[in-house]
């Protein structure tokens, strides 16, 4: 099934390029100097030839490899069409839609003849550059002399094309099965479904305590949840299509920098939005180099640790719960804390004594920090101290979470943990002082309860020991009282809610992570867990940092989504986490 999808896909970008190309070819035909259409035509011959060489389809493959070289030659002024190389144009074009076509159809189509005629042209080109010039060896030469000893003669080219269009069928115009529609116009479409599940919510809330009228509405029930998947699994793509562009990267910043990579992918099947994919592209371009740059090591010192002198870089995905796991891995040299501390201490951005009281976790995760680099010099490739600030913020940014696993000379991942889907949001509704606010369940790692005696004071706020590990927790009452930074400050803020409770009275808390931190978040009431369709905040409150999107729920009732990367900042990093709050706003 899945290669039928990417049949599909290939079938539906292969139509367009054949269309693409008769409008081209008949612009050229008019307009010999048109520079745009010939760049145009290189172009899309170039692409058509990787995509078809690496779906299998030979015949594609080859007619578009000859096309590229022809108007690669074209370009450079060494080649001039006139009619007769247009008729052959026209004619290479018309045997590509008919192989096209043919990839549902499976039927034999004879194209050798039309390669040995473009061939032929390539063959003149070359010629005309060997009389004007006295050049000897060069590429284009060296593979038009094989040509030229492999070319039948005038009458052997006549007698193939004949049969060729013998065997030819009737011209017919073509379409894909595929049909390409706008992001926006999914949106659209999605939000109208999220307004119908409000309605079917409420509905079905008014007749929560009506057995016989609850049944009724089941169907319905059932028939907007259909739609609602429906809609999602047409934004769903696979990784693949990300995936299989990193061969070509990989090759190239191996080139670069004189190392010897293999590229493994896993998990190329599953699906994700279209639009997260699209999303992480450039942080995922960014991690692959960096794996090459600073992870892999030259083949001999790889030789000296007693590895391959090739290494390894793996690309997988994987569905975890509610979210996609992407991971980007080498077999290389590991990231060495204490070689991070060093460079640290060294680019100031942290003293010698805080260097030594961080965890190594904490040293490796200051690689996202803005303006640091651990390599030695700057390449093309990196020690320009940009990239994985913009990477974590890039993750950030749609809902997701990064995080490192690295073992000194054994190697390094970086996992990226994904929503499924942009538009729709598994959350934990849950409610303070009678007020309805959703956590993603991306961030949340367990639901408990405990009693005021688990708590423990320190300093001004309050940890609670889960799993033997300190847990630091903070009452989301307090958190939303804040009126102004001041109020962070004051002496046991954090305590406030505490201080009131009943010894015996049941403590919700949410476990949330984020950048390998964890904290607690105390609730009033756990709600349920549901899938929403969240929207963006708007003026006067799209740059609140505490709140990442509102929904509504059957009630009718706004729902805030809360941003729990900033609340983890928060508590985490203090005041300069705290400067994103406008003085004078409350989140309540």
């Known amino acids: 099934m899945k290669n039928d999808e990417l049949k599909e896909i290939f079938l539906a970008e292969a139509l367009e390029s054949y269309e693409q190309l008769n409008r081209f070819f008949t612009q050229l035909e008019k307009d010999h100097t048109n520079q745009k259409a010939v760049e145009a035509i290189f172009r899309i011959t170039h692409t058509l030839k990787a995509n078809a060489a690496a779906m299998g389809y030979e015949g594609i493959a080859e007619i578009a490899h000859l096309l590229e070289d022809i108007f690669g030659e074209v370009k450079k002024g060494n080649l001039l069409l006139d009619t007769q190389k247009f008729n052959d144009l026209f004619r290479a074009n018309d045997k590509l839609g008919e192989l096209i076509q043919n990839i549902n159809a499976d039927r034999k189509i004879a194209y050798k003849g039309l390669t040995t005629k473009l061939k032929v042209i390539l063959r003149e080109s070359a010629n005309k550059k060997i009389e004007g010039e006295t050049i000897v060896n060069t590429p284009l030469q060296t593979e038009l002399v094989k040509v030229d000893n492999e070319l039948p003669n005038e009458e052997k080219i006549a007698e193939e094309e004949k049969n060729e269009e013998i065997n030819a069928t009737t011209s017919q115009l073509a379409f894909s099965d595929l049909i390409q529609v706008p992001i926006r116009k999914l949106d659209s479409l999605l939000n109208l479904v999220g307004e119908l599940l409000v309605e079917r919510d409420r509905l079905m809330l008014k007749v929560a305590d009506d057995r016989l009228r609850k049944n009724e509405y089941a169907r319905l029930y059932r028939l907007t949840s259909d739609l609602q998947y429906g809609v999602m699994n047409v934004r769903l793509v696979q990784v693949n299509l990300l995936f299989m562009k990193f061969h070509r990267i990989v090759r190239d ?78 077999d290389g040299k590991g990231i060495n804390p204490e070689y991070i501390r060093k460079k640290l201490v060294q680019k100031k951005m942290v003293s010698q004594e805080a260097a030594d009281s961080l965890s190594d976790d904490d040293v490796i995760n200051y690689i996202f920090e803005s303006g640091f680099s651990s390599a030695e010099q700057v390449t093309e490739v990196s020690g320009r101290g940009v990239g994985m600030d913009v990477v974590k913020n890039t993750i950030n940014a749609i809902g997701g979470k990064i995080s490192i696993r690295t073992m000194v000379n054994a190697g390094t991942t970086f996992s990226l943990a994904l929503p499924t889907s942009l538009a729709v949001k598994s959350v934990m509704l849950f409610e303070v002082l009678a007020t309805k606010y959703a956590i993603p369940i991306i961030f949340t790692e367990a639901v408990v309860a405990f009693k005021k005696t ?112 900033s609340i983890v900042n928060l508590l985490f990093r203090g005041r300069k986490a705290l400067q994103t709050i406008p003085n004078g706003v409350s989140v309540n």
């Open 253 to 330: 910043v191996a080139t670069l920098e004189a190392k010897k990579v293999n590229l493994v992918l896993e998990g190329t099947e599953i699906e994700i939005d279209g639009a997260v994919l699209q999303s992480i592209s450039d942080a995922m371009v960014h991690l692959v180099r960096n794996a090459i740059s600073h992870g892999i090591e030259p083949p001999t010192d790889r030789v000296l640790k007693s590895k391959s002198e090739v290494g390894t870089v793996k690309l997988s995905a994987r569905n975890e719960r509610d979210a996609v796991i992407i991971e980007i891995s080498d």
């Open 454 to 565: 688990n708590f423990q004071k320190l300093g001004k706020g309050l940890v609670v020991t889960y799993l033997e590990e300190t847990l630091p927790v903070i009452f989301l009452r307090d958190l939303f009282s804040i009126q102004s930074l001041a109020d962070l400050y004051q002496s046991a803020f954090w305590q406030n809610t505490y201080q009131t409770l009943d010894e015996k009275e049941k403590i919700y808390i949410i476990i949330v992570s984020f950048d390998n931190k964890q904290i607690g978040l105390v609730v009033d009431k756990l709600v349920q867990q549901k899938e929403i369709v969240e929207k963006p905040l708007l003026y006067p409150l799209h740059h609140h940092k505490l709140i990442s999107g509102t929904t509504i729920l059957g009630d009718g009732s706004v729902c805030l989504v809360l941003d729990i990367p």
